[in-house]
C-alpha cells in the first residue's frame, strides 16, 4: 500500500487542477484591487469569492504599531501587513486577480506598486465611519484607477439614503455604488460584477469626436 494512502486503504482526494490552473475557456485576465480602511471586510471578501486557496499577509496587531496605527474596530486582533490575494473565475472566460491593499494608513506608499497594472478596484465602506473610507477613495483618485463602491452591510450598520452616501463620499455620478455582505459569496460576487460591469463600459465608451482639422493655408 502506498505510503500516501489512508488508514482504511482509499486515497486521499488530490488537488484538482481547477483548484490550480485557469480554465482552457478562459480568454481574459484582470488585475483587480480591492482597497478600504482596516476593518471594512477586505481579507473577508477575497476568502468569500476566491475559488484557489487566498494568501494572506494578517499579522497579530501589538502596542509598538498603536503609535502609528489607527485605533482598530473592538473585535478585531490582526491587520493586512502586505496584501491579500484570490482568484475568480466569471463566465468562464474572465479571470479577476484579486489584490487586498493594507488598511493602514502607513502602508498608502505602497499602493503604488500593487496599482500598476490594475485595471480597476473595488473600494469597500463601512457606514459605521465612512470618513474611513476618505484616504483610500482619495488614493485611487490619484491614481487614476477606476473603481466601485461597494457598502460592506454590517449587523449594525445604519440604513442610509444612496444619495446621502454618494454625498458624504462625493462621488461622481458616473461611480457605481452597490451593498454587499463580504461574508455573502452571492453577495460579493455581485459587487465584482458590478465593477466588472462598469469597467466593460467605460472601455467601450465611444471616444470624443475630435474636432475637423483646420485646411492648410493655400
Request: hydrophobic share 45%.
Amino acid at each position: 500500500m502506498s505510503s500516501d494512502a489512508a488508514a482504511d486503504g482509499t486515497q486521499p482526494d488530490a488537488v484538482g487542477d481547477s483548484d490550480v490552473y485557469v480554465s482552457p475557456s478562459v480568454s481574459g485576465a484582470a488585475k483587480i484591487l480591492v482597497v478600504g480602511p482596516m476593518g471594512v471586510g477586505k481579507t473577508t471578501l477575497i476568502s468569500t469569492v476566491s475559488e484557489i486557496k487566498p494568501l494572506s499577509t494578517e499579522a497579530t496587531m501589538t502596542q509598538a504599531g498603536a503609535r502609528v496605527d489607527t485605533a482598530p474596530p473592538s473585535a478585531k486582533t490582526t491587520t493586512t501587513v502586505a496584501l491579500d490575494f484570490g482568484r475568480i473565475t466569471l463566465g468562464g472566460e474572465l479571470v479577476l486577480y484579486l489584490f487586498g491593499t493594507p488598511g493602514q494608513h502607513r502602508f498608502l506608499p505602497a499602493w503604488k506598486d500593487l496599482a500598476r497594472g490594475a485595471l480597476g478596484a473595488l473600494a469597500l465602506v463601512d457606514t459605521r465611519d465612512l470618513s474611513a473610507s476618505f484616504d483610500a477613495i482619495g488614493h485611487l483618485e490619484d491614481l487614476d484607477v477606476p473603481f466601485t463602491v461597494a457598502v460592506n452591510a454590517f449587523p449594525d450598520s445604519a440604513l442610509h439614503d444612496e444619495g446621502e452616501l454618494r454625498t458624504a463620499l462625493d462621488l461622481l455620478p458616473r461611480t457605481p455604488l452597490v451593498i454587499c455582505d463580504a461574508r455573502e459569496h452571492k453577495s460579493s460576487l455581485k459587487a465584482l460584477i458590478s465593477l466588472v460591469t462598469h469597467l466593460i463600459a467605460l472601455n467601450t465608451a465611444p471616444a470624443a469626436t475630435a474636432a475637423p482639422l483646420a485646411p492648410e493655408p493655400s
